[in-house]
């Protein structure tokens, strides 16, 4: 079925169990649908982009009718490619926050990228769900140790937890200076192929998660690149300030909802 207006091309994550009620998206750009009238073509979702708020207010509207999410029932970070992780009960907008933690059933939590990842997470046995925004910054200051610390504060088990990883960045493209290849472990940077250093942020996420006991077969990690497919992805790195942002969505399903 060929994505339409109603129903604009998503990724599903497969690791997670629907019939468990965890439910999660993460958009694609969507370019050809959403141009007319727009600065940025697409289902862009972020006000932090030089588009009108009124477009971007449009595209999310759009975004949560073709999923049936109720607006308010959604939690937005205003990320700040920091660490610093929120539990919340409610809709609305978190400022100064890059990950949201939620036990409450029905409550939505979102994450926008444009070449960070997007890393949600789930134990549907306890009940309690995670969105974080994991850039270099991020990653480099352990947003996912904090995440699941955080989790397991609410009754989540590490054991339990199912993770998804979305398209971001890859290791072919993403080219650093010395000063923020050095936050990373060496395995995780390249340092001979290319004229400088190249960070394998994929990588350095999956084995996080798998330092913090989670196994391997609880991981998806999506092998899109923000930076190569232009067709499916924004990338501020490729577009800079004519980039969008893509939108990674999950919720723990209420019952009827």
Not at 213 to 230: F, K, L, P, S, Y
Request: neutral net charge.
């Amino acid at each position: 079925m060929k994505p339409s207006k109603d129903k604009p091309e998503m990724i599903r994550p497969n690791i997670f169990d629907e019939a468990q009620g965890i439910e999660a998206w993460f958009t694609c750009k969507n370019a050809d649908l959403y141009s007319t009238g727009q600065k940025i073509p697409g289902l862009n979702i972020g006000f932090n982009t030089r588009e009108a708020k009124e477009v971007v207010r449009k595209n999310r509207k759009k975004l949560l009718n073709a999923l049936g999410i109720q607006p308010e029932k959604v939690a937005f970070a205003e990320q700040v490619h920091g660490n610093r992780v929120q539990v919340v009960s409610q809709g609305g907008t978190f400022e100064n926050v890059d990950a949201l933690i939620t036990s409450v059933k029905g409550l939505s939590l979102a994450i926008q990228v444009a070449d960070c990842a997007a890393v949600l997470m789930a134990d549907s046995n306890n009940g309690v769900i995670a969105a974080a925004h994991a850039g270099w910054r991020g990653a480099a200051g352990d947003i996912l140790p904090k995440t699941v610390a955080a989790m397991t504060s609410l009754g989540a088990e590490t054991s339990n937890i199912k993770a998804f990883i979305s398209p971001c960045i890859s290791k072919e493209n993403f080219e650093v200076g010395k000063e923020v290849a050095e936050k990373f472990p060496p395995e995780y940077v390249d340092y001979e192929t290319y004229n400088k250093p190249h960070v394998d942020l994929k990588g350095f996420l999956e084995d996080q998660l798998l330092k913090l006991g989670i196994d391997r077969t609880r991981i998806e990690v999506n092998e899109g690149c923000t930076m190569e497919d232009a067709e499916r992805f924004y990338s501020y790195r490729r577009e800079q300030q004519g980039s969008g942002r893509m939108l990674g969505l999950i919720r723990y399903k209420d019952i009827g909802a």
